[in-house]
């Protein structure tokens, strides 16, 4: 698993950030991304239903967001 550390970037950074981290990336892989805008609530799931990558979980925990993506 890869962690993908976008903390104190604003959207769609994160996204972009992650999408470029998934292509690196063999099928089934999974990506932890960690934010701090709020805004990657939506943002990252949209992203994940246009690209048909999984979102296996996401929590939030002081502020701070994680999403594991799965590759599709």
Same mark, same amino acid.
């Given at each position: 698993?890869?962690?993908?550390?976008?903390?104190?970037?604003?959207c769609? $950074? /994160?996204?972009? #950030?992650a @999408?470029?981290?998934?292509?690196?990336?063999?099928?089934?892989?999974?990506?932890d991304? $960690?934010t701090t805008? #709020?805004?990657? $609530? @939506?943002?990252? /799931?949209? &992203?994940?239903?246009q690209?048909?990558?999984?979102?296996?979980?996401?929590?939030?925990?002081?502020?701070?967001?994680? &999403?594991?993506? #799965?590759?599709?």
């Amino acid at each position: 698993m890869k962690v993908l550390d976008a903390t104190g970037l604003l959207c769609p $950074l /994160p996204v972009l #950030r992650a @999408q470029k981290a998934l292509r690196e990336m063999a099928a089934g892989d999974l990506l932890d991304v $960690l934010t701090t805008d #709020r805004a990657s $609530l @939506q943002e990252i /799931p949209a &992203f994940c239903a246009q690209t048909g990558t999984g979102l296996v979980e996401s929590e939030e925990r002081d502020g701070r967001y994680r &999403f594991r993506l #799965r590759k599709a």
